[in-house]
């Protein structure tokens, strides 16, 4: 019956199909990183952290979504209900939505498109407006204040993740993402991480920034503004606030591993003595395992950032954002022009 299906029907049940498995994979996953915060920053202040809910405490997420999900969902009287229903969903849909060109592995990945890069910036975007008309619809002064708050820093930090892309741009040579990774192919030593390491950390502390953890969290500054943007949100509308920080969380940890640590590829890809015939060769050959081992890695960060610094004040995070890390992303692009034109680094294989 499926080879009766034209061509065209085949192709879009077929990507139907690979869009819901990632989709309830991802949800999956910010369900349980929630779980493993809640386990890294107890065990950091010496507490114990989820242990009731189900085995060693694994149900947490579970009921968490449940308590939010039978919770009243108030509209307040004065606001903006049209756009204060569609707030949450802008926030979270471009999270979701970019991992339609994340290449999860050699062989897969859900739209091979030539500009993915450009699809990335393009909706990694467009999740400020959430949270802009999120506290303007509200009508209230401390939601919009925090959503001012928001804006400014997404737009300062924005910037210097593009040019951070653009370093990036100039080393893989191509906006595919696939193309991106297999650039950086032949082991750790080609990896993106070495020869642009200063964008390496300005892209990953922006993208702290971007979604709104601490210590840049002074959109929701509990303690200063009421909880921010998203003060008047209760139940599922709040999840939704919710699960499209997390959702943030592990795409930033995504493209950070794709960009400068070689996403799927192995760090021991080139290493001889794991030849074909031994039991240990397939440590050196590309997988999804090895992104999800460095998607890992990149939230553990984001979590130990938050367990270690307190919050910034907003002018020192304005500041960090346009006078230290532009400037330094500026200074590098002309730093790789320089490596490109002496062909070392990335473009070595250029030579001749």
């Not at 819901?20 to 890294?40: D, G, H, N, P």
């Not at 020192?316 to 532009?326: A, C, E, H, P, S």
Request: aromatic residues 16%; charged residues 10%.
């Amino acid at each position: 019956m499926w080879g009766m299906l034209p061509p065209l029907m085949q192709y879009l049940v077929e990507t139907t199909f690979w869009i819901v498995v990632v989709m309830i994979s991802v949800i999956l996953t910010v369900a349980f990183t929630t779980y493993f915060e809640r386990k890294v920053i107890g065990y950091m202040q010496g507490r114990i952290g989820p242990n009731r809910v189900g085995p060693l405490g694994l149900g947490q997420p579970f009921a968490d979504v449940i308590k939010l999900l039978v919770k009243e969902v108030i509209v307040p009287q004065k606001s903006n209900r049209f756009l204060f229903i569609i707030a949450p969903l802008l926030t979270l849909t471009p999270a979701l939505a970019t991992w339609a060109v994340i290449p999860l592995s050699d062989t897969f990945v859900i739209a091979d498109i030539n500009a993915g890069l450009l699809y990335v910036l393009s909706l990694t975007s467009v999740g400020v407006y959430g949270v802009i008309l999120a506290g303007w619809a509200t009508n209230s002064k401390y939601a919009f204040l925090g959503a001012m708050r928001s804006a400014a820093q997404i737009v300062a930090y924005e910037i210097a993740m593009g040019f951070a892309l653009v370093g990036v741009l100039m080393a893989g040579g191509s906006l595919n993402l696939g193309v991106i990774i297999e650039a950086q192919a032949g082991g750790f030593s080609n990896w993106f991480i070495l020869p642009l390491l200063p964008l390496f950390f300005v892209y990953l502390i922006s993208g702290v920034a971007e979604t709104n953890r601490a210590p840049f969290d002074v959109a929701e500054g509990e303690s200063e503004i009421v909880a921010g943007f998203h003060v008047e949100y209760s139940g599922v509308a709040f999840a939704l606030f919710f699960l499209g920080e997390y959702a943030n969380i592990i795409l930033i940890s995504a493209l950070t591993s794709i960009f400068f640590l070689g996403g799927y590829l192995s760090p021991f890809e080139g290493w001889t003595f794991l030849g074909d015939g031994q039991f240990l060769s397939f440590l050196r050959e590309p997988s999804l395992a090895w992104l999800c081992v460095k998607i890992c890695f990149f939230i553990f960060v984001f979590f130990w950032l938050r367990a270690t610094f307190p919050r910034y004040r907003y002018d020192q995070i304005m500041r960090l954002g346009w006078k230290v890390f532009i400037p330094v992303t500026i200074v590098w692009i002309v730093v790789e022009g320089i490596m490109a034109w002496l062909q070392v680094g990335p473009w070595a294989n250029l030579a001749g």
